[in-house]
């Protein structure tokens, strides 16, 4: 029993090795800024098929092929941004992970601080409500005061 | 302050509704459709052989002049395999001409497949490595391209054509596109 556990456990580990190996391609870049270059790209990348999964860390075949585009594209000598645009003009901007500032994203970009300054405003708004409430009180207890002041001195006399 | 008094105690309903909108408008997003960036744009250039006969070679020039569809497919690709009867059938009432690309494929089998389903398509280019594909920005098979007499690409169905998608989107845009002057 122990000895088919042992086994199986190896198995099953071996399997899994197997996985981790597979797809990761290692390209040759002519130096080491390419290589950089590489990697920061593929990390920046948004995998398409499993979309929380950047280009550099997805096993899917497409994020696959297009490591091994970018990597063409590096050792030809494009630029980063020659290389997002090329991506983006056939994906969208969706495999960007952090969308442009355009029309369509600004409530994206700016909706927070819209927020906070309605928040803000709302916390300004209440405290001068309650503020002005307060000193409602406190002039009807000077009054009062005075009252009590007038109906103790008669108490004396 | 009337005002405030008359909404006090609807607030909190009010915060729910909202919230409520939000989240029922995120179940009704799919996030695995990526909306193509390569709507009412030219298709790209391409070289790809053809997958019948081998020493003829397709290039955009395929598409120019009529309307057509592309739907990119595989052999390996089970979704694939339920669409196929439904490309044959669009083929079947000779309202548009439809090319394949065959995605990340194996020749033989991909001959085979064809021999054995029949072929819906007018002209099959193949392409193993998938580099023609991702000039189309395919992400998934099977995604099928509606191409204008221009060579624009008017609209994309990602995943399965179905007879109803045929029906209600693809058949009225093809007839619509078909008036459209070359």
């Known amino acids: 029993m122990r000895l088919i556990k042992s086994v199986l456990v190896i198995l099953l580990i071996s399997i899994s090795c197997k996985c981790f190996a597979e797809n990761k391609m290692i390209y040759s ?3 080491n800024s390419q290589q950089q270059q590489f990697d920061t790209l593929t990390y920046e990348l948004r995998c398409l098929v499993c979309q929380n999964q950047n280009l550099a860390e997805s096993n899917a075949t497409l994020a696959a092929d297009l490591r091994t585009q970018i990597a063409e594209m590096i050792v030809k000598g494009f630029n980063n941004q020659e290389i997002v645009n090329y991506l ?3 994906y969208g901007d969706y495999i960007l992970y952090e969308p442009p500032v355009m029309k369509k994203t600004w409530l994206l970009w700016f909706g927070p601080f819209i927020l906070l300054a309605v928040g803000l405003s709302v916390l300004y708004i209440a405290v001068y409500i309650i503020r002005r409430r307060e000193n409602k009180l406190s002039e009807i207890s000077t009054i009062e005061k005075q009252k009590i ?3 103790l001195s008669a108490m004396e006399e | 302050m009337i005002f405030i ?7 909190p ?7 409520g909108f939000f989240l029922w408008r995120g179940l009704a997003i799919n996030p695995t459709l990526v909306p193509s960036a390569l709507i009412d744009k030219q298709i790209p250039e391409f070289n790809l052989r053809n997958l019948i006969s081998p ?3 397709l290039s955009k020039q395929i598409f120019l002049g009529h309307v057509s569809l592309l739907n990119v497919w595989a052999t390996w690709c089970t979704v694939c395999a339920n669409e196929y009867p439904v490309l044959i059938d669009i083929k079947n009432t000779h309202l548009v001409t439809i090319y394949g690309l065959d995605y990340k494929d194996d020749r033989q089998t991909a001959l085979r497949w064809i021999k054995k389903y029949g072929n819906p398509f007018a002209k099959i280019g193949f392409d193993p490595e998938g580099t023609t ?4 920005g395919v992400y998934g ?3 099928t391209f509606v191409i204008d007499k221009k060579g624009i690409i008017r609209y994309k169905v990602i995943g399965e054509v179905s007879h109803r998608i045929w029906q209600r989107i693809l058949l009225p845009l093809i007839e619509k596109l078909q008036r459209e002057s070359t």
């Open chain 1, 149 to 151: 002041k007038r109906i």
């Open chain 2, 5 to 11: 008094k008359l909404i006090k105690p609807i607030i």
């Open chain 2, 141 to 143: 098979t099977p995604e």
């Open chain 1, 88 to 90: 983006v003009n056939r």
């Open chain 2, 55 to 57: 020493q003829q070679t």
């Open chain 1, 29 to 31: 870049f002519n130096n």
């Open chain 2, 133 to 136: 594909a991702i000039n189309w």
């Open chain 2, 13 to 19: 309903l009010l915060i729910l509704i909202s919230i």
